[in-house]
C-alpha cells in the first residue's frame, strides 16, 4: 500500500515538473524518454543480480555491492551530462518577451 502512495506522489510531482519546464520554454521529450531510460537501465542493474542469483551464494553480496556501485557511479556520470545540456533561449519567446515588457527595469 505504500508503494501505491510513493507512486502516486511521484506521479504528480512529475507532472507538476513538465508543466513548469513546458512554461519555461525548457521542455523537451527526447530528453524525458532518454531519462526514463535512463532510469530504467538503474533498475535493471541493481534488480538482475536479485533475480538471476542465488542469495545463499557466496558471490552474491559482492556482485550485488558491484552493481549499486556500478548504478551509484552511472548516476553520478548522468547528472555531469546533464548540466550540459543546453536549452533553448527563453527571451526569444513571445511569453517571455511580454513578460520583460510587464517588469520595471533593474535598478
Do not use: H
Amino acid at each position: 500500500m505504500v508503494w501505491l502512495i510513493f507512486v502516486i506522489v511521484l506521479g504528480v510531482i512529475v507532472i507538476a515538473r513538465i508543466r513548469a519546464e513546458q512554461r519555461a520554454g525548457r521542455w523537451s521529450w527526447s530528453k524525458f524518454f532518454f531519462s526514463l531510460g535512463f532510469g530504467a537501465l538503474e533498475c535493471v542493474i541493481i534488480t538482475f543480480p536479485l533475480l538471476v542469483m542465488n542469495m545463499n551464494s557466496r558471490y552474491f553480496w559482492p556482485v550485488y555491492g558491484a552493481s549499486w556501485v556500478v548504478a551509484i557511479l552511472l548516476f553520478v556520470k548522468f547528472i555531469l551530462i546533464a548540466r550540459k545540456w543546453k536549452f533553448p533561449d527563453t527571451r526569444t519567446l513571445p511569453q517571455a518577451d511580454q513578460n520583460d515588457r510587464n517588469q520595471p527595469p533593474p535598478r
